[in-house]
């Protein structure tokens, strides 16, 4: 199966997606009381369970096909189990800020990584040009984030030694993200359904995280709003967005798919802004703006940049 990078319904798809994601952190705050080990097993765990049911229709008809690649099946499965438990860690120590932006800002590089190592994909000049505004973009969100943190005026992390550790599950989570999301490509770029594919990989990676559920999710029923962040984080971002990711993932590589990503930190900052009370500085914007322009350049269709090129081109003609 032949991937555009430029697809237009597999980008907006993604977007869609990271739009939902970013809301966790925001809904995160409802429930204060309930740790980042339950936060990520109901959310990814019941989520991914509710992705089997609904697709297992689908992953019986097509059991023959995830059987004979189980390897990815079940190596996407595990990061599926571990992401979360390090990517809500992350943010509970080192910040929402910076927990947000080292997990989901190191996710492209090592996607990249990745299909460099093992598909042996080379990166195109548009894909470096996108991911560099997006890093850059991060960056900048996250050190508008800590700036203000140090003031005392925002909600940033504990101990230096915590932001550390904090920073190191980040790029576990980061890693662990690219990782499910390769899986999940190569299982689709290979003939198995989307749905089948997330289904399988979601499902498998829902069991393995129903042990840390049990472990640590009694705070989850000690209050309505504390089971309604659970039930939301589970429906919403999970379940839904993984849906709309899935489809995305049949459209674009999983390197487009994840630097696309880069706009979940974006929206979690807008909405820590409008919702929760926080505030952004200047440059934390101008991190908000460059995302935006790495998104701009990652999904402008092909034809449209051509026919940019060649109105420039008659343009610049025209005056000589």
Excluded at 157 to 173: P, R
Aim: a positive charge.
């Amino acid at each position: 199966m032949k991937h555009r990078t430029g697809h237009p319904t597999g980008s907006l798809c993604v977007l869609l997606a990271s739009v939902l994601w970013g809301t966790t952190g925001t809904a995160a705050t409802f429930a204060p009381d309930v740790g980042p080990l339950a936060i990520g097993a109901v959310a990814m765990g019941l989520g991914g369970l509710l992705q089997a049911l609904v697709a297992a229709p689908r992953i019986r008809r097509e059991s023959a096909g995830l059987r004979a690649r189980r390897g990815a099946v079940l190596l996407g499965a595990l990061a599926v189990a571990i992401y979360p438990l390090a990517f809500y860690s992350s943010m509970h120590l080192a910040g929402v800020a910076t927990g947000t932006v080292v997990s989901i800002g190191s996710a492209p590089l090592a996607s990249a990584l990745v299909e460099r190592t093992v598909d042996g994909r080379r990166l195109t000049r548009r894909w470096t040009t996108g991911a560099a505004l997006g890093l850059a973009g991060t960056v900048l969100l996250c050190a508008a984030e800590a700036a203000h943190a140090s003031t005392g005026a925002g909600a940033g992390a504990g101990s230096a030694g915590a932001t550390v550790l904090g920073v190191g599950l980040g790029l576990v989570a980061g890693f662990t993200y690219a990782l499910y999301s390769w899986a999940a490509h190569r299982l689709i770029s290979h003939g198995v359904g989307s749905s089948a594919a997330m289904g399988a990989v979601f499902g498998i990676g829902g069991l393995l995280l129903m042990p840390v559920l049990l472990a640590t999710g009694a705070p989850l029923l000690d209050s309505w709003s504390n089971a309604a962040v659970g039930t939301y984080m589970a429906l919403v971002p999970m379940f839904l967005g993984y849906v709309l990711f899935g489809w995305g993932l049949a459209h674009v590589p999983a390197s487009t798919a994840t630097t696309l990503s880069l706009l979940e930190p974006a929206v979690a900052a807008v909405l820590a802004v409008v919702v929760v009370g926080e505030r952004l500085p200047l440059p934390g914007w101008l991190g908000v703006a460059l995302v935006v322009g790495c998104l701009a350049v990652l999904t402008t269709p092909a034809g449209a940049r051509r026919r940019s090129r060649t109105t420039s081109a008659v343009v610049a003609a025209e005056h000589v």
